[in-house]
């Protein structure tokens, strides 16, 4: 937590510049994604620029839009460490869909 | 319950770090220090509301995963055609770029508020419930067009028929949370432009005496439905 900008009487206060730089950025992050599918690329690195974008943009988002970098790390780990929770369930229904597809091919016949 | 007035907190002698978030949630009156009681709610709501959305996306990969039928190519299937030329997710890239527009326009607007210059505040707010609502009525063009191609809850005519609940459930649930936000976005600016928040008018649901914060807390829960769409754009759409 850097204390370059110091908390006034009310609210935050960055300069418009800022903004205008994330809000650059957000563009051209996204201008990227959408590159990804106009070129085709396919396989794990298609998975792995959609998700690296994604990260990127979505921190941009949080940290900066939402000003929780400035924000006491208090409030900054009361969000972000229960989305760890839904990483959880992600990993959870990654395993029953695999089982749910085997059960599938085996006992349906793919249907 | 009082507001508690900010300015007593001094954060920069407070502990950082581990020591920080002990010391903060161990202490007196109030856990998260230098934010009001409006601007900790707010972000428990979006956190609750992290959860509502990630329970679709995963309920979304659960089925994706799962069906031996093969998934519509989402390339294809919101493609647009114009000119003769077939360009992929056109529609989708155009209404991304209009929703990150929208969070910049707010996140300026948030800056303006504390400036507490009226007039470009209200302006950027207007702006942003514009594109906002310019985002509700591409998302009504794809439904349309969608719906037309024979897309239903149940079936579609390409692949895996839960494409088309999933597909509603989500960009539904997320066009909604779009239209509420364009409401109150209207609502503050027009509190705004009024001056509301210079002689601290009450609010006529809280009675609470009103602050240029609000501008800030409708600028968290607009933020958070751009972040939505972030993910939306790459777990839906891109995948």
């Excluded at chain 1, 460490?81 to 839904?86: E, R, Y």
């Excluded at chain 2, 709501?45 to 039928?69: E, G, H, K, P």
């Amino acid at each position: 937590m850097t204390h370059a900008v110091t908390e006034k009487a009310e609210g935050q206060h960055h300069p418009i510049k800022l903004y205008l730089i994330v809000w650059g950025w957000l563009f051209v992050l996204s201008t990227f994604s959408y590159l990804v599918d106009y070129f085709g690329v396919q396989g794990p690195m298609r998975y792995t620029l959609i998700l690296t974008f994604m990260i990127l943009k979505a921190g941009l988002i949080v940290a900066v839009f939402m000003h929780l970098a400035w924000e006491r790390l208090a409030l900054v780990y009361a969000m972000l460490v229960p989305v760890g929770a839904v990483l959880v369930f992600v990993w959870i229904m990654v395993e029953e869909s695999g089982y749910t597809l085997f059960t599938r091919v085996l006992f349906l016949n793919g249907s | 319950m009082a507001d508690i007035p900010l300015t007593h907190i001094q954060t920069e002698t407070m502990p950082a770090g581990l020591k920080g978030i002990a010391a903060d949630l161990s202490s007196d009156q109030q856990a998260f220090k230098n934010v009001s009681w409006g601007k900790a709610m707010i972000w428990i709501f979006l956190l609750s509301d992290t959860f509502v959305f990630s329970c679709f996306l995963i309920a979304y990969m659960t089925a994706r995963m799962s069906t031996s039928v093969p998934w519509p190519n989402p390339s294809e299937v919101f493609a647009l055609e114009i000119g003769g030329v077939t360009l992929p997710l056109l529609l989708i890239a155009i209404m991304t770029f209009v929703l990150i527009s929208s969070s910049g326009t707010m996140a300026m607007a948030v800056n303006y508020a504390y400036r507490r210059d009226r007039r470009t505040t209200a302006i950027l707010m207007l702006v942003t419930a514009l594109l906002g609502a310019a985002f509700v009525g591409m998302q009504a063009f794809e439904w349309t067009k969608l719906i037309h191609e024979g897309v239903r809850p149940w079936e579609n005519p390409w692949g895996a028929a839960q494409f088309g609940s999933a597909f509603f459930m989500i960009t539904g649930f997320h066009g909604t949370h779009v239209t509420f936000g364009v409401i109150f976005l209207l609502i503050v600016a027009r509190k705004v432009w009024r001056g509301d928040f210079d002689r601290e008018a009450k609010g006529f649901f809280t009675s609470r005496k009103g602050r240029y914060e609000a501008v800030e807390i409708m600028g968290l829960y607009w933020h958070f439905v751009d972040l939505v769409w972030v993910f939306i754009f790459a777990f839906f759409y891109l995948w």
